[in-house]
């Protein structure tokens, strides 16, 4: 009886073993690696629609600065606008000089260092509301939301530090018949 409930008691023990292992890596992984956010409102249509879950790659951005064309969860500069993260494309980035010009039908272009940007993933064309120039210093980023006319970003507030972004959005998971990864710039389908 005796080698019975050792060996179950070794059994029991295995089992708790890896239960707490498997909670420990979650854990890290949740804190150090991935991240999940649901999209809440419009400013990234159609790229990415409310109530989309996505996973955010955390780790990412310590090992290379967010590119143009990606897409980044942050918290907002101005702590009024509220505690939840943001999700918005990054326009510009450290050293780029950032302009906004209304055209003559009042439509919104964006200029990177002189150059017009080409935004294929715009579906609406916006109207200009702001007409600005920033210089991005460094650990500075410029995010704007694809659906311009119905977001919150940094025409409003400027640049925002990379120190206050959590990670780059890398696949939409939920709901499932809308699941794709989101490979920055080139993603624009929103289908």
Same mark, same amino acid.
């Given at each position: 009886?005796?080698?019975?409930?050792?060996?179950?008691?070794?059994?029991?023990?295995?089992?708790? /073993?890896? #239960?707490?292992?498997?909670?420990? &890596?979650?854990?890290? =992984?949740?804190?150090? #690696?991935?991240?999940? &956010?649901?999209?809440?409102?419009?400013?990234?249509?159609?790229?990415?629609?409310?109530?989309? +879950?996505?996973? #955010?790659? !955390?780790? &990412?951005?310590?090992? /290379?600065?967010?590119?143009?064309? @990606?897409?980044?969860?942050?918290?907002?500069? +101005?702590?009024?606008?509220?505690?939840?993260?943001? +999700?918005?494309?990054?326009?510009?980035?450290?050293?780029?000089?950032?302009?906004?010009?209304?055209?003559?039908?009042?439509?919104?272009?964006?200029?990177? @260092?002189?150059?017009?940007?080409?935004?294929?993933? =715009? !579906? /609406?064309?916006?109207?200009?509301?702001?007409?600005? !120039?920033? /210089? =991005?210093? !460094?650990?500075? &980023?410029? #995010?704007?939301?694809?659906?311009?006319?119905?977001?919150?970003?940094?025409?409003?507030?400027?640049?925002?530090?990379?120190?206050? +972004?959590?990670?780059?959005?890398?696949?939409?998971?939920?709901?499932?018949?809308?699941?794709?990864?989101?490979?920055?710039?080139?993603?624009?389908?929103?289908?």
């Amino acid at each position: 009886m005796d080698d019975d409930s050792s060996g179950s008691e070794s059994f029991i023990r295995n089992i708790a /073993k890896t #239960v707490l292992i498997a909670a420990l &890596v979650a854990f890290i =992984l949740r804190i150090f #690696v991935l991240q999940t &956010v649901r999209v809440e409102g419009r400013s990234m249509e159609p790229a990415l629609r409310s109530g989309e +879950i996505i996973f #955010v790659n !955390k780790l &990412v951005y310590h090992f /290379k600065a967010p590119s143009q064309g @990606d897409i980044i969860i942050f918290y907002p500069p +101005i702590k009024s606008l509220n505690r939840y993260p943001y +999700i918005k494309r990054v326009i510009g980035v450290e050293g780029q000089v950032v302009s906004i010009k209304a055209n003559s039908d009042h439509s919104e272009a964006i200029f990177i @260092d002189g150059r017009e940007l080409e935004e294929p993933y =715009l !579906k /609406k064309t916006p109207h200009s509301f702001v007409i600005n !120039k920033w /210089k =991005l210093g !460094k650990g500075e &980023v410029f #995010v704007l939301g694809d659906n311009r006319n119905n977001s919150s970003d940094s025409r409003w507030w400027g640049p925002i530090n990379e120190k206050s +972004i959590i990670g780059k959005a890398s696949l939409v998971w939920w709901p499932l018949c809308r699941f794709r990864f989101l490979r920055g710039e080139e993603e624009i389908n929103g289908d």
